[in-house]
């Protein structure tokens, strides 16, 4: 009975015990993070009596916390992944309807902004237009700034709610270490308070929404817990320990933040990685979605401000003056300075709004690196001052350039100073120094070869002063967003900024510039006055009124060709021939063992006074220079044609005239250009060869040019300034060219007819004796009668200069042929040491009697001699001719070699002094001149008697030893000077002249007394060639004076070797400006064939054959017509100087709404870029929103799942309720029938 009621007391202890707990279920049936619980019954042991076992009711094993650790985790991935997407959808929506908003959005104001520039092309002149398209442009700018500022405050918010989230994330973090505390007291797991339990688990999924976490239960329920995929990094929570994470924000890169842990401790890690939860999808859309948005927003700026920028630079305004920025881009910068004290100023300027980034830059100063130097001209400077440059211990001078002793001491701009400056230090040191211009009058110079290096300069000038300032050390920039460096010693480009740096900074030293702003924030029109808007072409285009086609033209201006220029590169006229204006070196030839097919340089337009020398190698093989334009005309050089010119005339049997010539040079031109274009020489396409301009002189020449081939001289100032910048003479000499020794003869050889054109005067032949060789003297003879009605007089001389320290005081000497010293005639060979000591120290003696011997035997040698300044003996002879040397029996007195010396020539353009005709003249009269009786009353005959008396009379008395006296073409007497003395006529005179001094300056004396250019031109003939004038002993030179307007090209013609050198003024030189300035006019002499002429000059520039395809193209013009030309067609192309007659530039603006500019020429127009933006939001917005309705499926599965092991159910808790009430009512039972049995049994007694 004991038994039975044990059993059943026991049950109703169990039963009553399950009661509770589905009772405690069904109180915590909405109590969050709560999980269900459960009893668990178990059968006692058995007892056993005999051979039976009888059972002894159940016992209670304890409340179990129903739980499922993957399901669990399952719940805790998928809340994490669907709480990534939140705030991914939420914000992408929010940039959406910022970005697609019609009253925040770029559509609409770019739409508006380019209707407003087409209505601006209907009437470009229109002031109203012009403000309301400058209103529109305005209202753009604030477009942009807007949305930066909106999206500015997207920024603002999500960096607060990741701050939000990272604060939950830590207290989540500590209380789970608190929890861990309390479990730790308890070592078994199944021993713990499940309320304990369940607020981990609670504690667990709160913090899976905000990231996703790696979760490790230890045996005693107690977690870690990590941010990463593993343990070894990223744990926030360490058993009883937990870690705060704290994060740093980029603001010049919105998608970097640094989330750390470990604060204020010595173990700081940086996380990485971290997806999932919200803080997740935060930081995804910050560096998915945001950070691309704004970069992708600036780039929408920075291509908006340089396409349009470009086309409104290119335009003209109202004024007529060319455009400048249309756009500009204001960075907001902060200069922040690691020390207080600092005297480094930062100075910031936008040289390329394509590159600026909007990251903040690190500067560090390396005061052990780099150096620059400052060149700053101040004050007045005049033609004719001196600066003078020591570097590194060599000083050079340059001298301010000026054209005639008129010219010196006048004013002279400080910017012309630093040009003519700069020019000459890049050709003296350009190989060693790295030069740029910085102001109007400072010049900088680095040097990577030298490091450090010293510059003095100085200057010789009454009024103008040059300073010199050295900064050694190294500024290093660094962007911090992206790691570029640059470097710089005073000026560091980076990032589209130009920095430049003031003020004294310490080694070490560190200066950061702060970005405040994005470039689509600072974005702004740049001017408010509408008359600036460069509505207007640059060139403008006019159809003639009586055109018979009709139709109508218009103008564009070409891109340059980038390719072409690089092609072109290496034959540029300064990367092919060393200027020898500026340079120091002796040799700056180049040396060609064959004449390329392609040009041998090209000129290119801007460059100024060039002069190309070629030198002969093989006088059989003459080389000739050809200058081409790019349209096919041969400018200089020599004809083509002449072989089948001579072929025709042999077959003819006689001379073809010049119009029966043209046909076959013309031929001969044209296949000359074929081959080059097949070359790929840049001839334009379908160029016809025009030889209309070939080596023509004057006003006739090619676009006025002055240009000549041959030999040339020129006025030419020889000024004597004082220190205190006073001229102490005024000499000059109106044209002089003297030849190299006369030697590249053959014997017999001279010179042919139509050989030589002097000043437009074609030279006779010039007879050789055939048993001899040509000398100076020869040529001598031979020129003077024909260059001296062109006051060109010439002199003839050879001379040999021997220095008297090298002289052999015991040898002979023969002079052609005669001996004029015996051997040891001034020492004897057996002098003992003191003879020949004391020679040594009397050699001025020796000389002397060297002299003296020489000029006993002139009569019969022709050969004199005198001791010149520098003590050294000159043996000459004054005609030019040779003289041939000799020792007696052995070696010479005068130590030089035994050999026939050659003598030169020199032609000297007089200075006209005075110029009287025939019949002006009185001959009764005489003529004293310079104090010299020239004749008597009565003694002068005619013109020619006067002229003849001061000739002759000039070779006897040095008073007349500059004079010469000519008669011109026109056959006055003219009588003039070699030098710039002038000349004393005395008394009454058969000149009939005043008496006095008659001295022209040098401005006067630069023309001829009948108004011509006073200079000597000898060019080649017909029948000439570089090597005739070899032989003559002068180089040929292609000579281009004056500013050249185009690109020129220079070939080399013939089959010999050869050498080049050139001089020439690099000049800066803008192709478009000179376009402008020169009109054009383009004419069809046929309905296919059209001609482009120069309307200042009348040139014919080119000639080509039309089609509608190519259009016509000059240089970087191209005109388009709209239909077929005709015969007789006229447009007129001008530079638009009104600023109204041409409304392409607002057309070609306008255009720019269909440009493709982003990605390229296949990419996108700027309106399709921005809704490329919206559009990718879009899509990011769409895909998140489709991923987390997926994923919400996901989570509430898993939470499904978790429901159905840990949830609470109020079906199963109520089946529960009534299968334990109905057992404890059964046990009850059992105990009540266990009493009733004890107490019958009781009652038995």
């Not at 959005?105 to 770019?110: D, P, Q």
């Not at 001899?772 to 001598?780: G, N, Q, T, V």
């Amino acid at each position: 009975m004991s038994d039975i009621n044990s059993i059943a007391s026991g049950a109703v202890s169990n039963y009553q015990r399950a009661l509770a707990t589905v009772a405690n279920n069904i109180a915590n049936v909405d109590s969050e993070g709560y999980s269900r619980q459960e009893v668990s019954l178990a059968e006692n042991t058995p007892t056993k009596f005999g051979k039976s076992f009888f059972g002894t009711g159940a016992r209670l094993d304890g409340v179990r916390r129903l739980y499922d650790e993957f399901i669990e985790n399952s719940l805790r991935n998928s809340s994490s992944e669907l709480n990534q997407q939140n705030p991914m959808v939420d914000y992408a929506n929010r940039v959406i309807n910022i970005l697609g908003s019609e009253t925040i959005g770029l559509t609409s104001a770019l739409d508006k902004f380019f209707s407003s520039a087409r209505e601006l092309s209907t009437d470009p002149a229109s002031l109203i237009q012009r403000s309301v398209f400058l209103s529109d442009s305005e209202g753009l700018t604030a477009r942009f700034k807007e949305i930066s500022n909106q999206m500015d405050l997207i920024v603002a918010e999500t960096e607060e709610a990741i701050n939000s989230d990272i604060t939950k994330i830590n207290v989540l973090s500590e209380q789970l270490a608190t929890i861990n505390k309390k479990l730790a007291a308890t070592g078994i797991l199944s021993r713990q308070p499940m309320q304990l339990l369940d607020e981990r688990d609670q504690l667990l999924r709160e913090l899976a929404e905000l990231a996703k976490i790696k979760v490790k239960e230890e045996s005693n329920g107690s977690v870690n817990v990590s941010l990463s995929s593993t343990f070894s990094s990223g744990v926030i929570v360490d058993e009883l320990e937990f870690e705060r994470i704290f994060a740093t924000f980029q603001e010049s890169d919105i998608s970097k933040v640094d989330l750390q842990i470990g604060q204020y401790t010595k173990n700081v890690e940086t996380l990485s990685g971290i997806g999932g939860g919200n803080l997740g999808g935060l930081l995804s859309f910050r560096k998915a979605l945001l950070e691309p948005s704004f970069r992708e927003l600036d780039e929408l700026a920075k291509i908006l401000v340089a396409e349009v920028n470009a086309v409104h630079q290119g335009g003209l305004d109202l004024y007529g003056n060319k455009g400048g920025d249309f756009f500009r881009l204001n960075p907001e910068l902060t200069v922040i300075t690691g020390n207080e004290l600092s005297a480094v100023t930062l100075t910031p300027t936008v040289i390329d709004p394509l590159k600026l980034t909007g990251n903040d830059i690190e500067f560090e100063f390396d005061a052990e690196a780099g150096q620059v130097s400052n060149l700053t001209l101040d004050g007045q400077y005049k033609k004719g001052d001196v600066i003078e440059i020591t570097l590194n211990g060599s000083t050079s001078k340059f001298t301010i350039p000026f054209l005639g002793i008129e010219d010196v001491g006048e004013d002279v701009t400080l910017e012309e100073v630093r040009d003519g400056l700069f020019q000459f230090l890049d050709s003296n040191y350009g190989r060693s120094l790295t030069l740029t211009k910085e102001t109007d009058r400072q010049i900088n110079l680095r040097s990577e070869e030298f490091g450090f290096f010293s510059i003095s300069p100085g200057t010789l000038s009454a009024e103008g002063d040059i300073r010199g300032t050295t900064q050694r050390g190294l500024w290093t920039a660094t962007d911090k967003a992206t790691g570029l460096i640059e470097s710089g010693v005073d000026v560091v480009q980076i990032n589209g900024l130009s920095i430049a740096f003031s003020g004294e900074a310490v080694d070490g030293e560190v200066v950061f510039l702060k970005s405040e702003n994005r470039p689509a924030a600072g974005i702004d029109v740049v001017f408010d006055n509408p008359a600036l808007i460069a509505a207007a072409s640059e060139f403008r285009i006019i159809d003639d009124e009586e055109n018979p086609s009709g139709v109508n033209a218009t103008i564009d201006v070409l891109e340059e060709d980038d390719e072409q220029l690089d092609s072109e590169i290496n034959f540029l006229l300064n990367n092919v021939l060393t200027n020898q204006n500026f340079n120091e070196i002796s040799e700056v030839s180049k040396f060609y063992d064959q004449a390329p097919v392609t040009p041998i340089s090209i000129i290119p337009g801007g460059y100024k006074d060039i002069q190309i020398t070629i030198t002969q190698d093989d006088l059989d093989k003459p080389v000739n220079l050809q200058l081409f334009s790019r349209d096919g005309n041969h400018i200089a050089g020599d004809s083509f044609g002449d072989e089948e010119v001579l072929l025709e005339e042999a077959r003819l049997g006689r001379e073809l005239n010049e119009v029966e010539q043209q046909p076959i040079r013309k031929r001969a031109g044209k296949e000359f250009i074929e081959a080059a274009l097949e070359g790929n020489v840049n001839f334009v396409a379908g160029s016809t060869y025009i030889n209309d301009y070939l080596n023509v002189q004057g006003t006739d020449n090619y676009r006025d040019l002055d240009i000549f081939y041959g030999v040339k001289a020129v006025p030419q100032a020889l000024p004597q300034l004082g220190l205190d910048h006073v001229v102490d003479s005024t000499k000059f000499v109106v044209g002089s060219v003297k030849s190299k020794p006369i030697e590249l003869s053959s014997v017999g050889d001279g010179f042919q007819e139509k050989t030589f054109i002097l000043n437009g005067k074609e030279l006779t032949s010039l007879e050789i004796d055939k048993n001899k060789s040509m000398e100076a003297s020869d040529i001598r003879k031979w020129l003077l009668p024909q260059s001296e009605e062109l006051g060109i007089d010439v002199d003839a001389e050879t001379e040999i200069i021997v220095e008297s320290k090298n002289i052999t005081p015991t040898g002979g000497l023969v002079i052609n042929g005669t001996q004029v010293l015996a051997e040891e005639t001034l020492l004897s060979l057996t002098a003992d040491t003191k003879t020949k000591l004391a020679e040594i120290n009397t050699r001025e003696k020796t000389i002397l009697k060297l002299r003296d011997a020489i000029n006993d035997q002139t009569q019969i040698t022709g050969v004199g001699a005198y001791v010149n300044p520098d003590g050294n003996l000159v043996i000459n002879n004054r005609t030019g001719k040779n003289i041939d040397i000799n020792g007696v029996s052995a070696s010479n007195v005068l130590s030089i070699s035994a050999k026939e010396y050659d003598g030169e020539i020199e032609l000297t353009r007089v200075v006209d002094q005075v110029r009287v005709f025939s019949r002006d003249m009185n001959f009764d009269e005489g003529l004293t001149l310079n104090n010299v009786l020239l004749g008597k009353t009565n003694d002068f005959a005619d013109i020619e008697d006067i002229r003849d008396a001061i000739n002759d009379t000039a070779k006897t008395d040095y008073r007349l030893g500059n004079v010469f006296a000519y008669l011109d073409v026109s056959g006055a007497l003219v009588i003039g000077t070699k030098s710039s003395v002038g000349i004393e006529i005395a008394g009454k005179n058969v000149l009939n002249l005043e008496a006095r001094t008659y001295q022209r300056d040098f401005e006067q004396a630069r023309q001829t007394l009948d108004r011509f250019p006073a200079e000597i031109k000898l060019s080649l003939g017909k029948q000439g060639s570089p090597a005739d004038l070899a032989r003559m002993g002068f180089d040929t030179s292609l000579y281009l004076s004056g500013s050249i307007p185009e690109d020129l090209l220079v070939f080399a013609d013939g089959e010999g070797s050869f050498s080049l050198g050139a001089n020439y003024e690099n000049s800066e030189f803008n192709k478009i400006q000179e376009l402008r300035a020169n009109p054009l006019e383009v004419f069809f002499v046929t309905d296919t064939t059209y001609q482009i002429l120069d309307s200042n000059t009348g040139t014919l520039l080119a000639e080509r054959e039309f089609n509608v395809k190519d259009g016509i193209k000059y240089q970087r013009l191209e005109v388009n017509l709209s239909g077929p030309p005709k015969k007789g067609d006229r447009f007129f192309v001008d530079g638009n100087n009104d600023g109204i007659g041409n409304n392409q530039n607002i057309i070609a603006l306008s255009d720019l709404e269909k440009k493709s500019v982003i990605g390229g020429e296949s990419g996108l127009t700027m309106s399709e870029g921005y809704d490329d933006i919206i559009n990718r939001i879009g899509n990011f917005a769409q895909r998140a929103g489709v991923s987390k309705e997926a994923l919400t499926v996901v989570y509430d599965e898993a939470v499904a799942k978790r429901d159905q092991v840990a949830g609470v159910s109020l079906d199963q808790e109520a089946a529960d309720l009534v299968r334990y009430q109905q057992a404890y009512q059964a046990s009850a039972k059992v105990m009540q029938t266990a009493s009733v049995l004890f107490d019958a049994i009781i009652g038995i007694r």
